[in-house]
T-cell receptor
Framework: GAGVSQSPSNKVTEKGKDVELRCDPISGHTALYWYRQSLGQGLEFLIYFQGNSAPDKSGLPSDRFSAERTGGSVSTLTIQRTQQEDSAVYLC????????????FGPGTRLTVL | AQSVTQLGSHVSVSEGALVLLRCNYSSSVPPYLFWYVQYPNQGLQLLLKYTSAATLVKGINGFEAEFKKSETSFHLTKPSAHMSDAAEYFCAVNSNTGFQKLVFGTGTRLLVSP
């Protein structure tokens, strides 16, 4: 009965390394979203998964960013060849995809690229 | 296209005073509107939402907001501020058409002084 969980809570990496961020949505939620929160940019949409449909990747800032959702549940956001401007808090949210559109957010992963 | 404008990056009030956080939206389709609160180092928590039912929406912690279509506004109010209300508040919009990403305002930090 837990909410959305994300791991790790904090990640420090060196420029050029790849990182993977994990999101476990609320059980039964068909929709999953990734957002990024950074100074100067606010909260930005990254990518959206809905059921078995093709994800909407329109918010991904570059081809270094990718995400997958396995089995309609857990999602992984991967950032390749990290840059300092990737430093941000990455938030995951899930919803039941119904008309209320209410999204439930996880605590976020704070990524710091040195 | 949808957008949200939050007037005032910081709002300061005294404990017991009225809280008013402003949000104006732009949407080419009937909007759904949300207020989220973020406490330090935490994710986003839903305060309240408007989904085309009652225009006056009551949320948690004594907050409420009124949807005014003629003014394209969805301002958040609370009659009497409490020290625990100090946090960052985000207004967001989406709709029940197309996919459901949230478009966020830039946030307003509420400071409450004793």
């Amino acid at each position: 009965g837990a909410g959305v969980s994300q791991s790790p809570s904090n990640k420090v990496t060196e420029k050029g390394k790849d990182v993977e961020l994990r999101c476990d949505p609320i059980s039964g939620h068909t929709a999953l979203y990734w957002y990024r929160q950074s100074l100067g940019q606010g909260l930005e949409f990254l990518i959206y998964f809905q059921g078995n449909s093709a994800p909407d990747k329109s918010g991904l800032p570059s081809d270094r960013f990718s995400a997958e959702r396995t089995g309609g549940s857990v999602s992984t956001l991967t950032i390749q060849r990290t840059q300092q401007e990737d430093s941000a808090v990455y938030l995951c949210a899930s919803s039941d995809g119904l008309a209320s559109n209410e999204q439930f957010f996880g605590p976020g992963t704070r990524l710091t690229v040195l | 296209a949808q957008s949200v404008t939050q007037l005032g990056s910081h709002v300061s009030v005294s404990e017991g005073a009225l809280v008013l956080l402003r949000c104006n939206y732009s949407s080419s389709v009937p909007p759904y509107l949300f207020w989220y609160v973020q406490y330090p180092n935490q994710g986003l928590q839903l305060l309240l939402k408007y989904t085309s039912a009652a225009t006056l929406v009551k949320g948690i912690n004594g907050f409420e907001a009124e949807f005014k279509k003629s003014e394209t506004s969805f301002h958040l109010t609370k009659p009497s501020a409490h020290m625990s209300d100090a946090a960052e508040y985000f207004c967001a919009v989406n709709s029940n058409t197309g996919f459901q990403k949230l478009v966020f305002g830039t946030g307003t930090r509420l400071l409450v002084s004793p």
